[in-house]
């Protein structure tokens, strides 16, 4: 049996600065930070390819676990609720249908509004843990629209906040993270409920408001789309 003694490598520490400080791992120190992101790997090197079927789509695989592990918000009847893995900011989720259909075309008129109503409650979800200052919604659909998973719908909600947006990602393909996807799925989950029953009542609210306007005149959205110029 052979000791540390004979051979170093054998006791190089697990601790990251423990091995740079000993000299235990081959290298020399650069003036450049490093981000270490091996989870993009099976990403950029297959990506769409690997998606041939409903058997091997991220999106109809992850229902199917646990909720933690797969970043699972939340199970509605039809669709379901999930941190985006590549998150163009803290907090960018999806609503998916649970069916494995590509376009906003294909979806039910169940699921169309199940989806609605997801996503305006991952709006409030996320005004109740990061309150960002807006919001941008979207689905790419088809490869040249540029979905990553083309082959199963996606809504992106993705929050806001002034100056977000930087030189990292132009420069350097980099987007700045203030938070691990753990952390961000463990806020978002423990507000979820809350944030169901915030939907409801401002629904309640929202449908007062078109009653009672809907009697005065023309809506609200109405009068906003109005140019100034056209009012009489
Ligand atoms: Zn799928």
């Not at 540390?4 to 091995?19: F, R």
């Not at 650069?30 to 989870?39: M, V």
């Not at 039809?78 to 590549?86: A, D, E, P, S």
């Not at 169901?196 to 609210?205: G, H, L, M, V």
Request: hydrophobic share 35%; charged share 20%; proline share 6%.
């Amino acid at each position: 049996m052979t000791t540390p003694e004979e051979h170093p490598q054998a006791a190089a520490p697990a601790d990251d600065a423990q091995a740079t400080d000993g000299h235990v791992l081959a290298g020399a120190p650069d003036a450049f930070g490093r981000l270490w992101n091996p989870h993009r790997m099976a990403y950029v090197s297959r990506g769409q390819e690997q998606v041939t079927d409903e058997h091997t789509c991220p999106f109809c695989a992850a229902p199917e676990r646990e909720d933690e592990s797969s970043l699972l918000l939340h199970r509605g009847r039809t669709c379901f609720v999930i941190l985006n893995l590549y998150p163009y900011n803290a907090g960018h989720l999806l609503i998916c249908p649970y069916r494995h259909v590509p376009m906003y075309t294909d979806i039910t008129a169940e699921e169309t509004a199940e989806m609605a109503t997801l996503t305006q409650t991952a709006m409030i979800a996320l005004e109740r843990t990061a309150a960002p200052a807006g919001f941008n919604l979207g689905m790419n659909q088809g490869m040249v629209g540029g979905a990553g998973i083309a082959a199963h719908l996606h809504q992106h909600v993705v929050p806001r906040w002034g100056g977000d947006g930087n030189f990292l990602p132009i420069i350097a393909q980099t987007k700045n993270m203030t938070q691990t996807l753990g952390q961000t799925w463990r806020q978002l989950h423990d507000v979820w409920d809350e944030a169901a029953t915030e939907f409801a009542d401002r629904q309640t609210r929202n449908a007062t408001g078109v009653a009672t306007t809907a009697e005065d005149g023309p809506r609200h959205d109405d009068r906003r789309r109005q140019a100034p110029g056209d009012r009489r």
